[in-house]
């Protein structure tokens, strides 16, 4: 009796072994990865990102442009469009600006203050100077006006009676009308234009 016990005793410790030594290499075996999971755990890994070593950008900040300059102004010319573009010695009148240009092309060589026919001081009139583009073809130092009696100071005939000359009465009065002769009220530049100006100067009377 004692035999079979020790006999059942030698089985079940054996059978415990077996079971003991299974479930080892069964747990060995679950834990190793395969070959085929190895190989494919090394193909779907993702590459591990260079890190770059290049030196950082050293070019120079662009300056900014410059702001654009502004526009030249040019003085507009005083003088009436009828005298501009003209080229040689030029007497130019305006009835507008009551004012004698003596100019060279566009320069203005000299300037002054002229009055034009109208209703004269005496009541007499209008007697409107005449318009256009003339020439001188009389001068005379100081002649008299045979219809009113009157000196005329370096007298430059350029339309018919009408001419450019000296008026003591503009000068001394003011009075802004003539019976058709354009009237300087400087002396000096009545003289000066005198000596100036050569027979058969241009002359342009505008009403601008």
């Not at 040019?74 to 080229?87: D, H, N, R």
């Amino acid at each position: 009796m004692k035999l079979i016990r020790n006999r059942a005793t030698a089985v079940i410790g054996g059978f415990i072994m077996v079971l003991a030594t299974a479930c080892s290499q069964q747990t060995t075996a679950s834990s190793a990865p395969s070959a085929s999971a190895a190989s494919s755990a090394t193909h779907t890994q993702s590459p591990t990102p260079a890190t770059s070593s290049a030196a950082p950008s050293t070019k120079p900040t662009p300056l900014p442009s410059p702001p654009p300059k502004p526009p030249v102004k040019v003085a507009a010319s005083p003088l009436p469009k009828a005298c501009q573009g003209l080229t040689g010695q030029t007497i130019c009148l305006s009835k507008r600006a009551k004012t004698l240009y003596a100019i060279v092309g566009l320069r203005i060589i000299r300037s002054g203050s002229a009055r034009f026919g109208g209703i004269a001081s005496d009541g007499s009139g209008p007697w409107f100077t005449r318009e256009g583009t003339f020439h001188t073809f009389w001068k005379a130092l100081n002649p008299k006006s045979t219809l009113y009696h009157v000196y005329m100071p370096y007298f430059m005939a350029f339309s018919g009676g009408e001419g450019i000359h000296y008026s003591s009465e503009y000068a001394q009065s003011g009075y802004s009308h003539s019976h058709g002769c354009v009237g300087l009220k400087s002396l000096s530049l009545a003289k000066w234009l005198y000596a100036w100006a050569p027979l058969g100067i241009r002359v342009v009377v505008t009403a601008g």
